[in-house]
């Protein structure tokens, strides 16, 4: 490697308000962004390239939190490396606490499905093995992982490996990040019983064993075993249908299902699971090719059976694991709430006898599901501002009636690229122009405030965002003649934007020619229905494909618009403050933003 030069596609370099140094570890790139903070690629004393996951502001300053991520990571450190990326540092003291582990240089589970589609059958198996093996020496430790998922599951050279084992409970138990009716993980993957209306039992690891079920499902098929159009739905299938397991066939699929079950006393433990894997008798073919691909997959498998088990430490039986009235469900970048309604009081979980064949859970049952979801920020990012005046220029094009809503947004179900709440500073954050007479603050809302007429983009993510994306966000009109702005295919200062008035919504183009001006390509009316102003809120939704943007509020169609700029295609999403045509130079101007959530559109 050419000295400074950073590893991996995945590293992407450090952001101006990033620091530089974390302990005795020096920063030298960015790996990801998740529920707990953002990591790092770092380099010790000795030139050792390392993971270095600093926990983000609001958990720093949780006592509660720099506890239980204190008992957790002195347990993840028991844990040995068959199959696992090693916990190596940790400091819960430091003004912003971190966790130091293994620096596993390759793609995840998730990553490697989304791009070239479901495993081979000798992938597969090595991935099966793989999170197995890991499971059985978390389990053996005495942890619980609590969110294994594809994303957690890194495709390295020599064997896969899981991160992020263990860590989750500090998280879910905190005052900081959850309330008495919610819990974390990540609703493709939670077992059933997380979902009882009376959680008198503590987790146990055969919640990590269903986990292990749809990921491996997932990564033969590419789809989750209990895909739904939304997480309520998704949970719904979890509790009352079988898995889908189209795609895998043999063994593998039986010993898929088998870990599926919905009591947790019939599924298989993870010890049971590696030994069936690695016999011969699921696939042997398979199973040889697995690890002649991965040289150093067999000899973590027989040293991970090799491992005492013991009894994990069973988990605190906290409030958080309920269903009323809503159910968390958090991925790297964020924590997802979803109201379901809940099971009768008389579904409580069967005491459990003794004999392990005879034992049944008791299924809750889900009564009526609906969606809303309210998404969370869950990282320290500090973002550049990108900023430039801009004005109408030319003739309105004609204005398009809206139509009668008959066509209406479908969200999708897997974790968004990009989200959060904007309800504090995350991927978005404060920004102010004294010359400028213009800010983005922070009220439970991110606010976005002019005091003259003009243009003024918020602080936010540098993500590069597909060209064909779907994004939502609510917005709020809090000052008479104020316009939400959402910028999207956004490089530097030329982009598309989209503009939503009381009266209006344009879609135009920022900055053609370098003039910097706003070119209105279409205009909808929204006629008899205007937006209103505060506390009134809109949900809008943009879909791009190819050249046309489709405009929703509230999730029904209002039109589609043209993209006329070929060159304009993957950049980032912004959101700011414009104002409605012919509006006084003075202000103030206003408008409010909650709840943002992009994903690749489909």
Not at 355 to 362: H, N, T
Not at 418 to 442: G, H, S
Not at 463 to 481: F, Q, S, Y
């Amino acid at each position: 490697m050419v000295d400074g030069a950073l590893p991996g596609e995945r590293t992407q370099p450090l952001r101006k308000a990033d620091p530089r140094t974390l302990g005795d570890y020096e920063l030298v790139g960015r790996l990801g962004e998740g529920g707990m903070g953002t990591v790092y690629l770092a380099r010790t004393g000795g030139g050792v390239l390392v993971a270095v996951k600093m926990v983000r502001a609001d958990l720093a300053h949780d006592d509660e939190f720099r506890r239980r991520f204190r008992s957790e990571v002195n347990r993840a450190r028991q844990v040995p490396p068959f199959c696992t990326a090693e916990v190596i540092d940790a400091d819960p003291d430091h003004e912003s606490p971190y966790l130091v582990v293994e620096y596993v240089d390759g793609p995840t589970l998730a990553e490697v499905v989304e791009q070239r589609g479901p495993l081979t059958s000798a992938n597969l198996h090595g991935v099966a093995i793989g999170v197995a093996t890991a499971l059985t020496a978390i389990h053996g430790a005495g942890v619980i992982h609590r969110d294994l998922k594809p994303r957690n599951v890194l495709l390295a050279p020599g064997s896969p490996k899981v991160i992020d084992f263990g860590i989750a409970r500090a998280m879910e138990a905190t005052s900081a990040n959850t309330r008495t009716d919610q819990m974390v993980g990540t609703v493709a993957y939670m077992a059933p019983e997380r979902f009882a209306s009376d959680a008198d039992e503590p987790l146990t690891p055969a919640a990590d064993v269903f986990a292990w079920g749809g990921v491996v499902a997932y990564a033969g098929t590419g789809h989750t075993p209990f895909y739904a159009d939304s997480p309520p739905a998704m949970a719904a299938r979890i509790l009352t249908q079988p898995p889908k397991l189209d795609g895998l066939s043999g063994p593998l699929r039986d010993l898929v299902a088998h870990a599926l079950e919905k009591d947790p006393a019939n599924r298989p433990s993870s010890r049971e699971l590696l030994d069936l894997l690695i016999s011969g008798k699921q696939r042997p073919a398979a199973t040889a090719a697995a690890f002649a691909d991965q040289p150093d997959l067999r000899a973590a498998a027989v040293e991970a059976q090799a491992v005492t088990g013991v009894a994990p430490e069973p988990s605190v039986s906290l409030p958080t694991l309920s269903i009323p009235p809503g159910l968390v469900g958090y991925d790297e970048n964020s924590i997802v709430t979803v109201p379901i309604s809940a099971p009768p009081a008389n579904t409580r979980p069967a005491p459990r006898p003794v004999d392990r064949q005879g034992r049944r859970w008791a299924m809750p049952a889900l009564v009526a599901v609906f969606v809303t979801a309210l998404v969370a920020g869950a990282v320290l990012v500090a973002m550049e501002l990108r900023k430039d005046d801009g004005r109408d220029v030319g003739a309105a094009p004609p204005t398009s009636p809206a139509p009668t809503p008959l066509v209406t947004i479908s969200t999708p179900t897997e974790p968004p690229r990009v989200q959060d709440t904007l309800r504090r500073p995350a991927l978005w954050t404060a920004t102010e122009y004294a010359e400028e007479t213009a800010k983005c603050y922070f009220a439970d809302a991110l606010i976005a405030r002019r005091e003259r007429a003009g243009v003024f983009k918020c602080s936010g993510p540098l993500d590069e965002i597909p060209a064909d994306m779907h994004v939502e966000v609510t917005a709020r009109l809090n000052t008479t003649g104020s316009c939400a702005a959402i910028w999207f295919r956004n490089n530097g200062k030329v982009g598309y934007q989209a503009r939503v008035c009381e009266k209006d919504i344009y879609i135009g183009l920022h900055n053609r020619d370098g003039d910097g001006k706003i070119k209105v390509i279409k205009t909808f009316s929204l006629g008899d229905s205007p937006l209103g102003l505060a506390p009134a809120a809109v949900r809008i939704g943009l879909i791009t494909r190819g050249e046309s943007v489709e405009v929703y509020r509230d999730g029904a169609l209002i039109g589609t618009a043209p993209l006329t700029e070929r060159r304009l295609q993957e950049g980032r999403v912004l959101l700011g403050i414009y104002n409605a045509r012919d509006v006084p130079d003075i202000g103030p101007y206003e408008v409010a933003y909650t709840d943002v959530k992009i994903w690749d559109a489909k």
